[in-house]
């Protein structure tokens, strides 16, 4: 399993202070273990989105939009025959979409290549009602690691994390950003508990510490710490490091908990 961002050392971001400074010599020093602490008092959306610079707000969403205008353009060709690839490979539509909650907690619909049957849905009761084992699994992390529903284009658009593409339009819309926490479903909101309004109050992101820190190879509390420590300490140098570690996660699909 692969550690999380040991040397990106989140930097806090507080009102009147830049999110956009160079963190110092000990701050990038400074293990991620120790900004990932809970003890910190739970801060609501409003304090969060205060602290953010309105600068720091524009650049970040002016990013956003040429960054993903770009990959929709440049990489045309790359989603033409994925899409074919999953249309071929089994019946049904080529995108799947699937309810999550977004900034403020307002519901979008986030967009993936479809890498399941078209009867998913149906037949994951029907698995978790045969097997004691699979429901205990997929309550713990909502996800099955052999999932027997999952087509073989879509394994491996799994692993490569190339089934996350469609979701640059997400963030052309304004549902998601490139670098930000994950995207949940409604079910997971009691998972994060006081610190629910701290990750909701930036928008979740297409990448993120989760994404480039082991993904479902680590705990679910794990997540959650690094969903948070994202929300209360994102700069544009931790959103370059997670993007240049995004690209590498995608040319070499080694075994990050991607499943």
């Not at 539509?93 to 909650?101: D, H, K, M």
């Not at 998972?191 to 993120?208: C, T």
């Amino acid at each position: 399993m692969q550690e999380p961002l040991g040397t990106l050392s989140a930097v806090s971001t507080v009102p009147g202070s830049s999110s956009f400074r160079q963190p110092l010599r000990s701050e990038r020093a400074e293990p991620v273990a120790t900004a990932l602490s809970l003890a910190a008092p739970v801060l609501s959306a409003q304090q969060l989105i205060a602290a953010q610079t309105k600068l720091s707000r524009t650049l970040k969403r002016s990013g956003d939009l040429a960054f993903s205008l770009a990959v929709l353009g440049l990489g045309s060709p790359l989603f033409l025959l994925l899409a074919a690839l999953v249309r071929i490979s089994s019946p049904g539509p080529v995108f799947y979409v699937q309810r999550r909650i977004g900034r403020g907690y307002r519901e979008f619909g986030c967009i993936k290549f479809r890498t399941m049957r078209p009867d998913a849905d149906r037949l994951l009761g029907k698995l978790l009602a045969q097997s004691p084992e699979l429901k205990a699994e997929f309550n713990k992390d909502f996800k099955l690691k052999s999932d027997p529903r999952i087509t073989p284009i879509g394994r491996f658009l799994r692993r490569s994390s190339l089934d996350e593409l469609p979701q640059f339009l997400n963030v052309l819309k304004g549902d998601m950003s490139l670098v930000g926490p994950r995207p949940i479903v409604r079910a997971e909101l009691s998972r994060y508990g006081r610190r629910m309004d701290e990750v909701l109050a930036v928008r979740p992101g297409l990448s993120g510490l989760w994404q480039v820190s082991g993904r479902n190879n680590l705990s679910y509390s794990t997540r959650v710490k690094l969903d948070v420590s994202y929300a209360r300490h994102r700069s544009v140098w931790l959103d370059l490091a997670i993007i240049v570690r995004t690209v590498s996660v995608i040319l070499f699909p080694r075994d990050r908990g991607a499943y």
